[in-house]
């Protein structure tokens, strides 16, 4: 019995520690990334994760403010980039325009879907492009989150997927990710060698 309570108090203890929250803000502003300024910049310290590499992209139907569907299990032809965030998500924020301009240098040889995942969908995505001025990123959206669910049901935003000619991944990432780096270039380029 002492090792049971043993382990209780450990498994509390790592609970709290999760918690370490001295703020009475709550977790997830739904609001505050829309409107941080370029001084706030989220870290951009998302992971590689090469585990699921070799998978189709799953079989769900995405759409856009205008009611168009797209059908991501049926992409294939082209290497695709899919990044899954959120308004209220300051890392998604700090990563679009970087996604915007890889978006412009890859042109046609990438595609870059860009799916959000708020449940207020177009109420939320509209004055959010509105307010910005991207170039090249698409308005697709996933309000029932399928798209989260798909890849775990526990994804965290971002999380940017990529995909090879074949509709197969090659490799994720979780978190927010300098798209402008060149260990960006490499990894899109070796996306485009799969295929």
């Known amino acids: 019995m002492p090792r049971l309570s043993l382990l209780a108090l450990t498994a509390m203890a790592l609970v709290l520690a999760g918690c370490d929250r001295q703020?009475?803000?709550?977790?997830?502003?739904?609001?505050?990334?829309?409107?941080?300024?370029?001084?706030e910049k989220a870290d951009l310290t998302g992971e590689i994760?090469?585990?699921?590499?070799?998978q189709a992209a799953p079989a769900i139907t995405l759409s856009d403010p205008a009611g168009t569907t797209l059908a991501l299990g049926?992409?294939?032809g082209k290497p695709t980039l899919v990044n899954l965030w959120a308004t209220w998500c300051a890392p998604c924020v700090t990563e679009m325009p970087l996604l915007d301009e890889l978006a412009g240098e890859l042109g046609d040889s990438v595609r870059v879907l860009t799916v959000n995942e708020d449940l207020k969908g177009a109420e939320a995505v509209e004055p959010f492009?509105?307010?910005?001025?991207?170039?090249?990123?698409?308005?697709?959206?996933?309000?029932?989150?399928?798209?989260?669910?798909?890849?775990?049901?526990?994804?965290?935003?971002p999380l940017t997927v990529m995909y090879d000619a074949q509709g197969k991944e090659v490799w994720r990432?979780?978190?927010?990710?300098?798209?402008?780096?060149?260990?960006?270039?490499?990894?899109i380029a070796e996306a485009s060698k799969t295929s």
Do not use: C
Request: proline share 4%.
């Open 23 to 39: 703020s009475a803000e709550p977790a997830q502003p739904q609001e505050s990334a829309q409107n941080a300024s370029a001084g």
């Open 49 to 54: 994760d090469r585990a699921s590499a070799g």
């Open 74 to 76: 049926e992409l294939k």
């Open 129 to 157: 492009f509105a307010s910005r001025t991207f170039a090249h990123l698409t308005r697709w959206m996933d309000p029932k989150n399928d798209l989260v669910i798909a890849y775990g049901g526990n994804a965290s935003l």
């Open 173 to 187: 990432i979780t978190g927010g990710y300098d798209w402008s780096s060149a260990e960006a270039r490499e990894l």
